[in-house]
């Protein structure tokens, strides 16, 4: 069965996509968790960190480039934005699709939660 972020990859469901490539979209979250909250994926299927492999590596720096471009396109880059990527339970992952959550727009507090 499909996660719901391939059915956003597959437009199955709409979302709010700020950008893509041929390896990547980035979208709004549908629960900001703050003014600027946009998840980076690869549209390639990896759960997590934790199963990403060794050829992923590549894949990998392009989801962190992406990230960095998606904080640029929104303007926070200057004004500082933070990257999470939630990896199993004690993290409180929810989608088992790789995702990076880029977050920024206010001041944001550490540690987190
Ligand atoms: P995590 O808890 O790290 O696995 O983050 C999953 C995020 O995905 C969470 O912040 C909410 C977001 N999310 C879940 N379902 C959808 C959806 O259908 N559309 C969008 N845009 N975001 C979603």
Sequence with gaps: ?????????ARQIPADIVY????????????????KHILVIP??????????????EQLLGHLLLTAAKVARAEGVSESGFRIVANCGPDAGESVPHLHIHVLGGRQLAWPPG
């Design 1 to 9: 069965m499909s996660s719901i972020f391939e059915k956003i990859i």
């Design 20 to 35: 893509e490539d041929d390896r990547a979209l980035a979208f709004r979250d549908i629960s900001p968790q703050a003014p």
């Design 43 to 56: 549209k390639k299927v990896i759960p997590r960190l934790a199963a990403a492999q060794p050829e992923d």
